[in-house]
């Protein structure tokens, strides 16, 4: 449904993307990761036709951008980051205001603009002003304006920013009802939990350039253990002979914890309880974490703030 093969901007000497590629199926949603300023914004400009690459290509159901002209752009939906609403515009005309860019019109513009406000879950709220609205609705209604025209794809670049937890799953459930339909969805976020419950494919993205990509799975394959497995001592033991250990992939010791990196804590963790009691050690607590999407986004990104 969407490709974008090899894009590419630079602003000066800084090079915001480089050679970035991806591809999206129909029913299928892409999660776009990335530090702040790694280039997730612009990527998603440049898709969307808001900004024009220096080199690539992207293409939308067999249009191409800046060739296919409006064909391409009335293929894309964009919900941007921050908020495009008229304050002063009921929800209604909002609606029907991004409707008649697109030139829908007439009794079609008025039933779609009602289908659209009706699966936002904002159907009676049709005559309301935004400026009554909390900032939760405010993204909903967002997301209407950009399915008026019916896109093949749908680009939302942090959708969820700043809303409370009801909304938030509100969105997330017109985005699945979304894919269902066999809408093709690129999501940018920060937020690794909403990455994991909704994305089929991650790209990750650095300093411009493609870090890791494919599904949740395959990401979590490249840490170096699977769950973190922390254990308070009284005693002396010898670290490197637990780090030896059949599944026990790193082991450290900070005053009295050790915190042990194993690929499965029912098979290994055992052998790990067994060797402190040979050393004669008391365990005075024990607990796990299993590894998820923001290790992996740590991993490959660092630690480094990204102000």
Known sequence: MLEAVELRKSYGTRRAVADVSFRVAPGEV??????????KSTTIAMIAGLTAPDAGSVSVNGATLGKDGD????????????????????????????????????KTLRNRAAEVLAAVGLGDRAGDKPSTFSGGMKRRLNIACALVHDPDVLLLDEPTAGVDPQSRNAIFDNLEALKRSGKALVYTTHYMEEAERLADRIVVIDHGHVVASGTLPELMSTLPAAQMLQVDIDGDVDVASLASLPGVKQAQRSGNRLTLGI???????????????????????????????????LALTGRQLRD
């Open 263 to 297: 690929d499965d804590l029912a098979r290994d963790g055992g052998a790990v309880l067994r060797t402190l009691a040979a050393a004669g050690c008391k365990v005075r607590h024990i607990s796990s974490d299993r590894g998820n999407l923001e290790d992996v986004f």
């Open 71 to 106: 064909g391409f752009k009335r293929r894309i939906g964009l919900v941007p980051q921050d908020l495009a609403l008229f304050e002063d515009l009921t929800a209604l005309a909002n609606i029907e205001l991004f409707g008649a860019l697109y030139d829908i019109s007439g």
């Open 30 to 39: 892409l999660g776009l990761l990335g530090p702040n300023g790694a280039g």
